[in-house]
């Protein structure tokens, strides 16, 4: 036995990983989501707080690396902001982002009717992160002129009467790295705006003292609050039947851990 744990071939292990990976995306088997007390109140703002047809700022900071975790939360929550009669500004502070996300933006507006210019508006990328946000506290027109088309903001319908934060109900952010952080320091507190985020697993905890300061609304962590997200609004995704294959992986890489801890210690004691 301990021969045989020795000369595994570690190709057999990525081909475990890859089955334990595949079929659960193909098979779409569900598992119990328990919805987060923290992904619950984000859905409960824009679900309840929020009148219809008041204005979200959704902010892309993500690019292709975190796509498969924010991707789906950010499609349940466009989803939700559309489904309640919300408007919404897109814009990031990731360039690369910005384009992967606009595809979702489009193809979502469009089987919702919703009309460009109207009901929602794409003001691209603009450098400069935390100049760009203190800027929009003044006059948003100062950083975006136009669109991300080239199209004047003046022209725009949605836009008429939006010049800076106070004509904004919510900020979204979507979050791969400390673009949040810069958010609630810089606009949260100096602005007043509230705010929630989605980020990635590995950012969620950088974010939480501010969730429990009260500072941000909510939190969306990880491809988990994804799902949660798409729980709480009945539309189950590409969150929901994620998770079965992320389970799964970590399941099958804790039982190779654990054989192979078993050969070194039998190897030991030899």
Do not use: C
């Not at 559309?82 to 910005?98: E, N, P, S, T």
């Not at 900020?171 to 705010?195: C, D, H, L, P």
């Amino acid at each position: 036995m301990i021969e045989l744990l020795d000369k595994l071939d570690r190709r057999i292990i990525y081909l475990v990983i890859g089955i334990v990976v595949a079929y659960p995306l193909i098979v779409h088997p569900v598992m119990p989501i328990r919805v987060s007390e923290e992904v619950k109140r984000a859905y409960e703002f824009v679900e309840d707080s929020l009148p219809s047809g008041s204005v979200i700022l959704i902010s892309i900071d993500y690019d292709a690396a975190s796509e498969p975790e924010l991707t789906p939360m950010f499609r349940a929550v466009l989803t939700h902001a559309f489904r309640k009669g919300h408007k919404v500004i897109y814009m990031g502070h990731w360039a690369l982002g910005l384009p992967l996300a606009q595809k979702d933006l489009e193809e979502i507006a469009h089987r919702m009717g919703k009309t460009y210019g109207v009901d929602y508006v794409n003001l691209g990328y603009r450098p400069g992160f935390v100049t760009v946000m203190l800027a929009m506290g003044r006059e948003l027109r100062d950083i975006y002129s136009s669109d991300y088309q080239g199209i004047p903001i003046d022209s725009i319908p949605m836009m008429a009467n939006i010049h800076n934060y106070d004509q904004i109900d919510l900020i979204i952010g979507f979050e791969a790295g400390s673009t949040g952080e810069f958010w609630i320091q810089y606009v949260g507190s100096r602005f007043n705006k509230r705010m929630f985020f989605g980020t990635t697993g590995v950012v969620a905890p950088d974010l939480y003292p501010y969730y429990a300061s009260g500072q941000i609304l909510g939190l969306i962590g990880g491809l988990k609050g994804a799902a949660e997200y798409e729980t709480q609004i009945g539309h189950p995704a590409r969150g929901v039947f994620g998770m079965p294959a992320q389970s799964f992986a970590h399941l099958a890489i804790l039982i190779f851990i654990v054989i192979g801890n078993i050969g070194y210690i039998l190897r030991r004691r030899r």
